[in-house]
């Protein structure tokens, strides 16, 4: 009985090992820096809303590898998606003394009391990817507006089916930044041409095996469609599996957003009609770049727009690592 | 698929709990066949529910497994999304032969069914707290695995394994149809399947008429794992790439489907079909209202009232009948 109990308490303990584990990554700054003396090497600390796909891993490794260029050191601090989580894991580090501070939001309301707290301080603060609501809160923005992307992926589909027909709009998660603003880009584009009509119009919550359902139910609503139209790749992946497996490629066209990996394959075999790059390594290293600039006196501009790119069969090559 | 449920569900004379969600099905379907009767009734479409309730079906059966023997499984998702990603690792074109991924995501699931049963059985740990670790702890694992980022480039034959037909069926809806029928027949008509009712029901009781009621909730917990790793390469199969994200919330459709299909939380009671109408009638729900054109938004307000619904349903015409 008791060794029984006993193997159940290795069993417990060893779960628990691997729950730490899983959290290890997301610890914040590590205890050792402090107690280092000479401050040599500049120290900045980047603040990612997650560490969950192609997107937030290319972006820090943008910051990583421009650091590594400026001789600074960088600490990633993974939010887990956890708008707290980053609030609390800014003013842990902004207490223990930074040069600068880089932000890729988790939500663009709820860290702005922190991003002033770290200002105040005298920490300068470069937010990436989303404009926070208070922009003078922050120090400088470089990124990305969404609703630029979306129209440039709109007009391409548009343009392709010649100005009219059906299409189907895939959403990111209703009420998310990224949605709304790429929905805002949609939109111009839909109500300059009075011939396309949205027929479906549903989120698939960025997943790739979401979309894949909507799609199919859609397929067989009956309607006709010329296009669908994905606010990232995962779900335009999806579309473009129910899609070919019912063996309708030829009639509508599928376009994403993002230029993952995958997706830029997909586009390259020709059977994903188009995707955009937000220049994601670009905005990392242009965030790196403004921290270091301010952190040294210089001043840099408040906003810098990183420009999206097309991404078709024609210029594919370019984009394929 | 449809005929065996009424061969079955016919002698109903002794099973009448399942007798009210019946009802709410046929309900639910000449509903949504009034509503739109072009599109819906369609035998493509109808083949298409079956395909869309295939992966929650598989992880429904042994989330009954363990709802019947008293405990739960919140596990099943974060399993799947790793099994996905491990199988999807070792399906690249050319590199491994299938069996490699198929046998690589079984045994996934069936590790962390292991660990949540050792747990529950062994350590006495209360099953919703070890299967909320591991849910929690294997979603972070597939991260890791996977650095990430899905997991694609898979081979044609990985691909197939999903999307495939079998004499104008598709394969997913064969599996589900197979893995039902071993479910059923272990849970019916074998000794180990009246020992999951039994501890389900009173497990003093069993233990005292001999059960090794450990060794039985060890080994529903790994049916369960082993599942919901086969569930992962199906939908890593199905979205041809192995996403460490996927599955999320699928524990809960799951356990919806076994719950809608009147199988008692408290464990002791429930049927095999009474499950595979749950899981039916949530992808029916949804493809209903996806042809419909129903906002997304107002599907979840709908979905939530529809589940509520049919357990109410099902809760009177068992009353009125006691």
Redesign the interface.
């Known amino acids: 009985m008791n060794a029984?109990?006993l193997?159940?308490?290795c069993?417990?303990g060893m779960?628990?090992l691997?729950?730490l584990?899983?959290?290890a990554p997301a610890a914040p700054a590590e205890p050792a820096a402090p107690a280092e003396p000479e401050q040599t090497t500049k120290k900045f600390a980047l603040f990612m809303s997650h560490?969950?796909?192609?997107f937030?891993?290319e972006l820090s490794d943008a910051v990583k590898a421009q650091a590594a260029e400026l001789g600074a050191e960088v600490t990633v601090n993974d939010a887990s998606k956890d708008a707290a989580k980053q609030i609390s894991q800014i003013e842990t580090t902004v207490n223990q003394g930074i040069d600068g501070i880089i932000i890729e939001p988790v939500s663009v309301d709820a860290i702005v009391p922190a991003v002033k707290a770290a200002k105040e301080a005298g920490i300068p603060v470069v937010i990436v990817n989303q404009q926070i609501s208070d922009p003078a809160a922050a120090s400088a923005y470089v990124g990305v507006a969404n609703k630029d992307g979306g129209a440039m992926e709109m007009k391409k589909a548009v343009e392709d089916i010649g100005g009219k027909g059906n299409i189907a709009l895939l959403?990111g998660p209703?009420g998310s930044d990224g949605q709304i603003g790429r929905s805002e880009g949609y939109k111009s584009i839909i109500d300059q041409n009075p011939d396309v009509k949205v027929?479906?119009?549903?989120?698939a919550n960025w997943?790739?095996?979401e979309a894949?359902?909507?799609t199919?139910?859609?397929l067989?609503?009956?309607k006709e469609l010329s296009a669908i139209v994905a606010q990232n790749d995962?779900m335009a992946?999806?579309a473009l599996?129910a899609v070919e497996?019912a063996k309708l490629q030829d009639k509508i066209k599928v376009y994403g957003l993002d230029a993952?990996?995958?997706a830029l394959?997909a586009v390259k075999e020709g059977r994903l009609a188009a995707t955009v790059s937000q220049s994601t390594t670009t905005q990392g290293l242009e965030a790196m770049k403004a921290a270091f600039a301010l952190s040294n006196g210089e001043t840099v501009e408040p906003v810098k727009l990183v420009d999206f790119t097309l991404i078709t069969q024609e210029n594919v090559d370019q984009f394929i690592k | 698929m449809e005929e065996r449920i009424t061969q079955k569900a016919s002698p109903l004379k002794g099973n009448i709990r399942e007798l009210g969600i019946l009802i709410a099905f046929i309900l639910i379907v000449a509903f949504l066949m009034m509503l739109s009767p072009a599109a819906f009734a369609r035998p493509s479409n109808l083949v298409n529910i079956v395909k869309q309730a295939s992966i929650n079906g598989i992880l429904a059966c042994g989330m009954m497994y363990v709802i019947i023997s008293g405990g739960i499984d919140l596990s099943v998702g974060s399993t799947a999304a790793l099994a996905g990603v491990m199988a999807a690792h070792y399906a690249h074109p050319g590199e491994y032969p299938l069996i490699v991924p198929f046998l690589m995501a079984l045994a996934v699931g069936a590790l962390v069914g292991l660990l949540n049963g050792a747990g529950v059985a062994y350590g006495e740990i209360p099953p919703f707290i070890i299967t909320l670790g591991t849910m929690t702890a294997v979603r972070g694992v597939s991260l890791i695995a996977s650095g990430g980022a899905p997991v694609f480039g898979v081979s044609k034959a990985f691909e197939h394994v999903a999307s495939g037909f079998l004499g104008g069926i598709p394969l997913l809806a064969v599996y589900f149809a197979v893995i039902v029928a071993v479910c059923a027949f272990i849970l019916t008509k074998t000794v180990f399947g009246r020992r999951v009712y039994t501890i389900g029901g009173n497990e003093t009781a069993a233990q005292v008429s001999g059960i090794d009621v450990r060794h039985v909730k060890l080994m529903v917990y790994t049916l369960s794992g082993v599942l919901a790793g086969f569930a992962g390469l199906l939908l890593a199969s199905r979205t041809v790439s192995g996403s460490p994200t996927a599955g999320t919330g699928y524990e809960l459709d799951a356990i919806a489907a076994v719950i809608i299909g009147g199988v008692s939380m408290a464990g002791g009671a429930g049927k095999w079909y009474g499950t595979v109408i749950g899981a039916l009638m949530i992808a029916v729900i949804g493809n209903g209202l996806d042809i419909l054109g129903v906002s997304s938004n107002y599907q979840l307000v709908i979905k939530g009232a529809i589940i509520v619904l049919a357990v109410l349903i099902d809760i009177k015409s068992k009353a009125r009948r006691d």
């Open positions: 029984r109990k193997t159940a308490l069993l417990t779960l628990t691997s729950l584990a899983g959290c560490m969950s796909n192609a937030t891993i959403l209703m027929v479906f119009e549903s989120t997943t790739t095996d894949l359902k909507l199919e139910n859609w067989q609503a009956g995962g992946l999806g599996k497996d993952t990996p995958d394959a």
